[in-house]
T-cell receptor, first 110, second 115 residues
Framework: AQRVTQPEKLLSVFKGAPVELKCNYS??????LFWYVQYSRQRLQLLLR??SRESIKGFTADLNKGETSFHLKKPFAQEEDSAMYYCALSSGTSYGKLTFGQGTILTVHP | NAGVMQNPRHLVRRRGQEARLRCSPM?????VYWYRQLPEEGLKFMVYLQKENIIDESGMPKERFSAEFPKEGPSILRIQQVVRGDSAAYFC?????????????FGSGTQLSVL
């Protein structure tokens, strides 16, 4: 069965510092991975997906199949990055059924 | 486009009552997903529906829970004879297609509290 693990429940950094939110997964097939973000009082929204190889709001994430990881990184954190971040795995179906990690609350201090 | 609309935002029920949660997908979206988030946990998939069809209900408890997405009107998640363990945030998401890499648009959720 597929599983997504986010080992850090809470992560605090100072503004301007690099940040890395960890995500590990277990899945026997070819995974499709996503990062979703929920800012305070807002809806859960897609931040980025690995197939797009995009950088959104300065964040990037590289799929490492050897380490089964999809860590989210940003070189210089901003206060507005404070939010709950969820890593998610598409569950191998022909539709968008996702398996979510437990989430990491990122706090960026001024 | 107002986005995915869920109502009510908060629902309080006593044990044994019924809870009905509504979800109106984004305009043009015919694919709806329901997720449940228990306290201190991530979102867990419950059911995937297309108009008038349940495609995957593998995450739904076998008893007391049902879902529908009629030809007209919102998708409904119905929980009969609620128990305290049903207290959770229930999120609905919609998408324009069923592609695995399709972006899901989430609603604000319904917080169900069972007294």
């Amino acid at each position: 069965a597929q599983r997504v693990t986010q080992p850090e429940k809470l992560l605090s950094v100072f503004k301007g510092a690099p940040v890395e939110l960890k995500c590990n997964y277990s899945y026997s097939g070819s995974p499709e991975l996503f990062w979703y973000v929920q800012y305070s009082r807002q809806r859960l929204q897609l931040l980025l997906r690995h197939i797009s190889r995009e950088s959104i709001k300065g964040f990037t994430a590289d799929l490492n199949k050897g380490e089964t990881s999809f860590h989210l990184k940003k070189p210089f954190a901003q206060e507005e990055d404070s939010a709950m971040y969820y890593c998610a795995l598409s569950s191998g179906t022909s539709y968008g059924k996702l398996t979510f990690g437990q989430g990491t609350i990122l706090t960026v201090h001024p | 486009n107002a986005g995915v609309m869920q109502n009510p935002r908060h629902l309080v029920r006593r044990r044994g009552q019924e809870a009905r949660l509504r979800c109106s997908p984004m305009k043009g979206h015919s694919h709806v997903y329901w997720y449940r988030q228990l306290p201190e946990e991530g979102l867990k998939f419950m059911v995937y529906l297309q108009k008038e069809n349940i495609i995957d209900e593998s995450g739904m408890p076998k008893e007391r829970f049902s879902a529908e997405f009629p030809k007209e009107g919102p998708s409904i998640l119905r929980i009969q004879q609620v128990v305290r363990g049903d207290s959770a945030a229930y999120f609905c998401a919609s998408s324009p297609s069923s592609a695995t890499n399709e972006k899901l648009f989430f609603g604000s959720g319904t917080q169900l509290s069972v007294l």
